[in-house]
């Protein structure tokens, strides 16, 4: 399987835990971005890379998420001391950037903070 | 005012008929559109991308009104299977030159027998 993937698709934790995903993207692509969505909502960007480079990051996101991208392949997203408020499906997509801008998106992780 | 902005729905409609969806834009710098489908649970997947001059890829239209800063999707002779919600994303020009894609919530259509 090409696409995109990410592990785990599931996590239960409980709050103040921290937790990472890892997300692999289409290996020719360079450009790699984090959703979360929740239900009945569209996915809330998060942050993305162009190569390994953070080119940016929502003022959303609190300083307890971070995410990497060391080799410009895989990436990982971590949040610390986890709370209920951050359940929601955390996506990963890929693109070969540029105008078409197309999105190949991974199935996701559900978290659930307890 | 929200920067994509759908009507939520849900649409429901019966086999056979024909659906139309709108989303509107506010930034005049938007430069790409696409339309994506998510099925419950699952994650998003590019439906079509939405050009000028309008496409059309099999029952499925797009169209774009640049004037009116709106893009459409109509979908014909609808089947079961295209029960998912509908998801219009614009690509934008950031201060920085940055391109960013904004999201809109998303349409629930529901075909029913």
């Known amino acids: 399987d090409t696409g995109v993937s990410q592990d785990p698709r599931h996590k239960i934790t409980k709050r103040g835990q921290n937790v990472t995903f890892r997300c692999d993207p289409i290996?020719?692509?360079?450009?790699l971005y984090w959703y979360r969505q929740t239900l009945g909502q569209g996915p809330e960007f998060l942050t993305y890379?162009?190569?390994?480079?953070?080119?940016?990051k929502s003022r959303l996101l609190s300083d307890r998420f971070s995410a990497e991208r060391p080799k410009g392949s895989f990436s990982t997203l971590e949040i610390q001391r986890t709370e209920q408020g951050d359940s929601a499906m955390y996506l990963c997509?890929?693109?070969?950037?540029?105008?078409?801008?197309?999105?190949?998106f991974g199935s996701g992780t559900q978290l659930s903070v307890l | 005012r929200k920067e994509v902005e759908q009507d939520p729905g849900p649409f429901n409609v019966p086999e056979g008929a024909t659906v139309a969806f709108n989303c509107t834009y506010s930034?005049?710098?938007?430069?790409?559109f696409f339309w994506y489908r998510q099925d419950c649970r699952k994650e998003p997947k590019l439906l079509m991308s939405?050009?000028?001059?309008?496409n059309e890829d099999g029952r499925f239209t797009a169209q774009l009104n640049r004037a009116s800063q709106y893009i459409s999707l109509l979908i014909r002779d609808s089947k079961l299977s295209d029960s998912a919600t509908y998801l219009c994303?614009?690509?934008?020009?950031?201060?920085?030159?940055?391109?960013?894609?904004?999201w809109g919530l998303g349409t629930s259509l529901a075909v029913n027998p």
């Open positions: 997509a890929s693109s070969l950037g540029g105008l078409g801008e197309k999105l190949f």
């Open positions: 290996s020719e692509h360079n450009r």
């Open positions: 890379f162009q190569n390994e480079a953070q080119l940016e």
């Open positions: 930034n005049s710098a938007s430069q790409s």
């Open positions: 939405v050009y000028s001059s309008g």
């Open positions: 994303v614009v690509l934008v020009l950031n201060a920085g030159n940055n391109r960013k894609l904004i």
